[in-house]
């Protein structure tokens, strides 16, 4: 079993940037693949990001790509979530999610565990 706990999150102006980390509990890290999901007030959550289990391999959705970078730490049992050039949209919680499965991963089923989140506003 893995627990992920979520940091980061805060108030930030349109245009800046936040770093959101993930840390994993257990020996087992390396052997997820990790995404970040988004929910904001009244939507469902969304795809994000995710990557692989060597951090070799990356997926963004199409809203966040250019401005957000997945990477992963092995040995530290942590996933950031760099976000630039931050949009009023972007406003949400913000989940760290690991699975077990294998293959490319963008839809919440998919994931055995999820963090308890880390708000993310963006003011205009």
């Known amino acids: 079993q893995v627990q992920l706990v979520e940091s980061g999150g805060g108030l930030v102006q349109a245009g800046g940037s936040l770093r959101l980390s993930c840390a994993a509990s257990g020996r087992t890290f390396g052997s997820y693949y990790m995404g970040w999901f988004r929910q904001a007030p009244g939507k469902e959550r969304e795809f994000v990001a995710s990557?692989?289990?060597?951090?070799?391999?990356?997926t963004y959705a199409d809203s966040v790509k250019g401005r957000f970078t997945i990477s992963r730490d092995n040995a530290k049992n942590t996933v950031y979530l760099q976000m630039n050039s931050l949009k009023p949209e972007d406003t949400a919680v913000y989940y760290c999610?690991?699975?077990?499965?294998?293959?490319?991963?963008?839809?919440?089923?998919?994931?055995?565990?999820w963090g308890q989140g880390t708000q993310v506003t963006v003011s205009s």
């Open positions: 990557i692989d289990r060597s951090g070799g391999s990356t």
């Open positions: 999610a690991a699975s077990a499965a294998i293959g490319v991963l963008t839809t919440t089923s998919r994931y055995n565990y």
